[in-house]
């Protein structure tokens, strides 16, 4: 069997006009196939692949894609479980530790999902979720 150069066959090449940050930097089955396609095209006709490695490599990029959709489906429960906590304190008394080191109370009066970790609104400070060191039921 012929081997095959995985970058020449993915058309990555080093001296390429895109940017860096811009190059595919992960296998994905779009690569993968190409590299099939690619390896079945150049395979030499008196020594094929072996149908068990095709199978084989079949069977990897299924099980890869599905962690790959596990992995999304994972982070955007913990999103979402985090802004369900955030919304949750409205009205909660909360403690947390501001950039002088000074422990700091006060009723949560706001909730923005702006950014990847929910703020809380603390006293008029904008408190990210996970610096939050304690609640209670404010009365």
Not at 14 to 39: I, W
């Amino acid at each position: 069997m012929t081997s095959i150069d995985p970058i020449a066959a993915t058309g990555l090449q080093s001296r390429s006009t895109v940017p860096a940050t811009e190059q595919k930097k992960t296998l994905d089955s779009e690569v993968f196939l190409k590299l099939l396609v690619t390896q079945l095209s150049n395979q030499d006709p008196s020594s094929p692949m072996n149908t068990n490695e095709m199978i084989a490599q079949t069977t990897q990029l299924a099980s890869m894609e599905q962690l790959t959709q596990l992995t999304t489906m994972t982070s955007e429960s913990f999103a979402l479980s985090m802004r369900h906590t955030a919304a949750v304190l409205m009205g909660r008394e909360a403690q947390y530790t501001d950039a002088d080191g000074v422990a700091q109370t006060g009723t949560v009066t706001a909730v923005s999902f702006a950014g990847p970790v929910p703020l809380v609104t603390i006293g008029g400070q904008s408190v990210p979720l996970d610096a939050l060191s304690g609640l209670t039921l404010s009365s």
